[in-house]
């Protein structure tokens, strides 16, 4: 018996049919559809995918002819009856089981505002439904309240309509998966594409065609679009009284059992395994799910198989910007007190002498003890998603961050570089290893009030195009001409994106001066500034 029917529900059904061909699989839906591609739906709200029926991956009745499973949609699962090993229906059936699988999947989270009603959501194939409907003639604004993946999913699309949207997000910054000043180069893309975006924005109360703010700002709004984030779907499983974590999520050990061993948990509902700390954590991605609804088949089948940790691997897209991260940000980092090293860089997707080469702005955090990346992050257009896939295939393997350097990666001009990205990556933390000193954007104001002389070493021209307060500028190429003016100083230099920095810092390094290099340079500083203003 399974309970849920898209992504690990149905991958767990499939997975158990290939493995016995003699098993009875019956697979209750609450909703009117099994298998749709959830990840779609935004994208059909404004015609990307304008066909309906592309989301709907299976049907019932397909279900039944390949792979002779019983799939029951509207049909929800009101309780479970753990001694008899039955499960009740909400149409009055009792059906037992030998395993029961949740995957219920997860609920919109629905703040007590005033007039939240009136607000829409998008997990399922009726909400897309219940939201082209609203998409009248008359309705000319949308408000999007929260500023995660599918919130920005929501409002591009929404734009594609040729809509006023406003993107309410109640945290410092959009994307939280990212740190600041990489979220930053997100808003910045959406705000140049006509979307208004408000940080430490709390809605207060929802009107007709308005919502207000707790500041006093009124924002026009004929539609409402809620994207705050999910909750597990945890209510079956906590009467049936199985253990629920901190979290909410259902608990599960390394095979996914619940602490009901005949019942398993997969999905959304289910708590995971963190990749970095090995503690509990949600990670609501389809990808896992399927991964996980594999693993419990195999199990039940007789494999004995057991979960990995999750890495927590997402990518989205607004506008032809990509945004992708793996694993802990900087700022997970620091507040569970790691021993850090951060790395920012700013290649090229490809070699910069072939037409077409677009910046990547990549950031590394690696555990300075260990050598082993923590996470990643990436912004940029055509390559972000190579470079994240890279980075997470590495920390499964256990690679540490020098180990980048000698990665042998695909290389033609229209693709990448010699030097790829992920190697420089490498380079970069090697030198770091080796003792070169960085600071980075956000412990440039300490390091000024301690003392370090602040040295920009682009050229004049790029200095006289914008600088940060304070630099002295003395081109790389001017800078041994000039040292003995830093006898007896501490110098921080920084240039445009980095690499130029550690030119100068090395050669002030060996006549004898002390030098820092700031990371990822003044594009990384300038990310900075972007994020607190």
Not at 201 to 226: C, F, N, Q, W, Y
Not at 259 to 283: M, N, Q, W, Y
Not at 353 to 380: C, N
Not at 479 to 508: E, I, M
């Amino acid at each position: 018996m399974i309970v849920g029917g898209v992504a690990g529900g149905m991958s767990t059904a499939a997975r158990l049919r290939r493995r016995d061909e003699d098993m009875e699989i019956i697979v209750l839906e609450a909703s009117g559809h099994v298998s749709f591609a959830n990840c779609g739906l935004p994208y059909h709200v404004s015609g990307v995918i304008p066909e309906r029926s592309s989301l709907l991956l299976q049907t019932p009745e397909s279900l039944a002819a390949r792979f002779n499973l019983d799939v029951r949609i509207n049909t929800r699962a009101t309780a479970i009856d753990r001694e008899k090993q039955t499960v009740t229906t909400d149409t009055g059936d009792t059906i037992a089981y030998d395993h029961l699988v949740l995957s219920p999947g997860a609920t919109p989270i629905i703040p007590p505002i005033p007039g939240i009603e009136r607000a829409l959501h998008l997990r399922t194939i009726e909400d897309v439904d219940a939201i082209i409907a609203a998409l009248t003639d008359d309705v000319r604004s949308v408000a999007v309240i929260g500023g995660g993946f599918i919130g920005l999913e929501v409002a591009e699309n929404m734009r594609h309509r040729g809509l006023d949207v406003t993107v309410i997000e109640r945290a410092p910054q959009i994307l939280t998966p990212l740190d600041e000043e990489m979220a930053a180069i997100v808003e910045k893309r959406l705000t140049d594409n006509g979307v208004t975006v408000i940080t430490d924005g709390d809605t207060t109360s929802i009107g007709a065609d308005t919502l207000e703010l707790s500041d006093g700002r009124v924002i026009p709004a004929d539609l409402v679009i809620a994207s705050i984030g999910v909750r597990p779907a945890n209510e079956l499983a906590v009467a049936a009284g199985l253990a629920i974590g901190e979290r909410g999520g259902i608990k599960v050990d390394d095979r996914q059992r619940t602490s009901d061993p005949r019942i398993f948990a997969v999905g959304d509902a289910a708590e995971k395994a963190d990749h970095v700390s090995g503690e509990d954590t949600l990670v609501p991605l389809a990808q896992t799910a399927n991964r996980h609804g594999r693993l419990v088949a195999d199990i039940i089948t007789g494999r004995d198989v057991q979960r990995t940790p999750t890495l927590g691997t997402a990518i989205v897209g607004v506008f032809g910007l990509a945004a992708g991260s793996v694993g802990w940000n900087e700022r997970r980092a620091r507040g569970a007190g790691r021993n850090i090293r951060v790395i920012h860089l700013h290649p090229a997707n490809h070699a910069g002498y072939y037409p077409g080469a677009e910046t990547i702005h990549l950031k590394v955090v690696v555990d300075a003890d260990t050598d082993l990346i923590l996470g990643a992050q990436a912004v940029g257009g055509d390559g972000v998603d190579k470079r994240i896939d890279v980075l997470a295939t590495a920390m499964r393997a256990g690679l540490t961050a020098t180990d980048l350097a000698d990665l042998e990666l695909a290389y033609a001009p229209q693709f990448g570089s010699a030097k790829d990205p992920i190697n420089m990556v490498g380079f970069i933390n090697d030198n770091m290893v080796q003792g070169e000193r960085t600071f980075q954007w956000h412990e440039l104001d300490e390091a000024l009030a301690d003392g370090w002389t602040l040295v920009d070493v682009r050229t004049p021209g790029e200095y006289q195009r914008g600088q940060i307060p304070g630099a002295v500028n003395i081109s790389v190429d001017d800078l041994r001409d000039n040292a003995d003016t830093f006898r007896d100083k501490k110098v921080l230099v920084h240039c445009q994106v980095g690499l130029r920095g550690h030119v100068a810092c090395s050669l002030l390094g060996n006549l004898g001066i002390e030098a820092a290099n700031l990371d990822g340079g003044y594009v990384t500083w300038t990310h900075g500034q972007l994020s607190r203003n």
